[in-house]
């Protein structure tokens, strides 16, 4: 079993933008843009936007006059054209290299395409399972992606270790069930929860 500061897992959850990999140039580019192009303040959907999926973010701030699929699909198209600025984090690569391949799996707010736009970009290799946008109904920071990773991993979640970084990730993490470590510093850690700013 994987082993995280002497604690024994039977499977790792990772987030990836933010935890596999710092994407935050290109997403607050690309919805900075998209807000000004609607007349809407960019900074209240820069504060939350991190770890949460396109269409819960136009829901909340577009308003209901906007043609979701269709705006969506700009939004993803341009964070797929735009790797300026995309790396990975530091140390996840070896990192994740050194767990037998059906011990973790990625759970995203992204949709699957630019998950492994931006994984194959920066070199982090491809999981067997990954959970993206599409696979769920309730986005972060409902806890429905974290519990179907586990679910496709063959193991309770009680039994995982999640990585996040974003407060509607680490929300989601919590309420799986799962152990949270937290990647960065856009989370208060709980008292057993560890910091992490790169991977051992």
């Given at each position: 079993?994987?082993?995280?500061?002497?604690?024994?897992?039977?499977?790792?959850?990772?987030?990836?933008?933010?935890?596999?990999?710092?994407?935050s140039r290109?997403?607050?580019?690309?919805?900075?843009?998209?807000?000004?192009?609607?007349?809407?303040?960019?900074?209240?959907?820069?504060?939350?936007?991190?770890?949460?999926?396109?269409?819960?973010?136009?829901?909340?701030?577009?308003?209901?006059?906007?043609?979701?699929?269709?705006?969506?699909k700009g939004?993803?198209?341009?964070?797929?054209?735009?790797?300026?600025?995309?790396?990975?984090?530091?140390?996840?690569?070896?990192?994740?290299?050194?767990?037998?391949?059906?011990?973790?799996?990625?759970?995203?707010?992204?949709?699957?395409?630019?998950?492994?736009?931006?994984?194959?970009?920066?070199?982090?290799?491809?999981?067997?399972?990954?959970?993206?946008?599409?696979?769920?109904?309730?986005?972060?920071?409902?806890?429905?992606?974290?519990?179907?990773?586990?679910?496709?991993?063959?193991?309770?979640?009680?039994?995982?270790?999640?990585?996040?970084?974003?407060?509607?990730?680490?929300?989601?993490?919590?309420?799986?069930?799962?152990?949270?470590?937290?990647?960065?510093?856009?989370?208060?850690?709980?008292?057993?929860?560890?910091?992490?700013?790169?991977?051992?």
């Amino acid at each position: 079993m994987p082993q995280f500061q002497n604690r024994d897992f039977a499977a790792f959850l990772f987030d990836m933008d933010g935890t596999m990999v710092d994407s935050s140039r290109v997403v607050e580019r690309v919805w900075t843009a998209w807000a000004q192009r609607h007349g809407i303040d960019p900074q209240p959907l820069l504060a939350v936007c991190h770890g949460v999926q396109g269409k819960d973010l136009i829901r909340r701030f577009g308003g209901s006059g906007l043609d979701l699929a269709a705006e969506l699909k700009g939004i993803e198209a341009a964070e797929i054209a735009d790797l300026d600025g995309v790396v990975a984090i530091a140390g996840i690569a070896d990192f994740v290299k050194r767990l037998a391949p059906g011990s973790w799996a990625i759970v995203t707010s992204a949709p699957r395409a630019l998950a492994v736009k931006r994984l194959e970009a920066v070199g982090v290799p491809l999981p067997q399972v990954m959970v993206a946008a599409e696979d769920v109904t309730c986005g972060k920071p409902d806890p429905e992606g974290f519990l179907k990773g586990a679910d496709l991993l063959g193991v309770p979640i009680e039994a995982c270790l999640v990585f996040e970084d974003s407060p509607a990730g680490v929300a989601a993490a919590r309420a799986s069930g799962a152990r949270v470590a937290i990647v960065g510093d856009r989370v208060e850690a709980g008292e057993h929860e560890p910091v992490l700013y790169c991977y051992p």
